[in-house]
């Protein structure tokens, strides 16, 4: 069982950065592949980042570039380091894991899940 709790969300304006973390708890985190995704209102979740329990990272177009995935087995974290940030990046945000995901991107994959964290960008 993995439990995982996402911070960092919080209100920026349009140009700025956050940095979100997930903190997971259990004793085999470096085994797991973590994702991010998020969900705007009336809209369906969707893929952010993610990355392999050996650090291979993936984007969505629309974050690649300004957004970076990256975690710290020590500290059983993984975190999204957000730049650029446009107001169509307003969601709640979600972290997500589970071991040898087949394909990254898709959200049914993944077992667990944190109760996510609110990102709002004003224009």
């Known amino acids: 069982q993995v439990q995982l709790v996402e911070s960092g969300g919080g209100l920026v304006q349009a140009g700025g950065s956050l940095r979100l973390s997930c903190a997971a708890s259990g004793r085999t985190f470096s085994s797991y592949d973590m994702g991010w995704f998020r969900q705007a209102p009336g809209k369906e979740r969707e893929f952010v980042a993610a990355?392999?329990?050996?650090?291979?990272?993936f984007y969505a177009d629309s974050v690649k570039g300004r957004f970076t995935i990256s975690r710290d087995n020590a500290k059983s974290t993984v975190y999204l380091q957000m730049n650029s940030l446009k107001p169509e990046d307003t969601a709640a945000y979600y972290c997500?894991?589970?071991?040898?995901?087949?394909?990254?991107?898709?959200?049914?994959?993944?077992?667990?899940w944190g109760q996510g964290t609110q990102v709002t960008v004003s224009s």
């Open positions: 990355i392999t329990w050996n650090s291979n990272q």
């Open positions: 997500a894991a589970d071991s040898g995901v087949i394909n990254l991107r898709n959200l049914r994959l993944y077992t667990y």
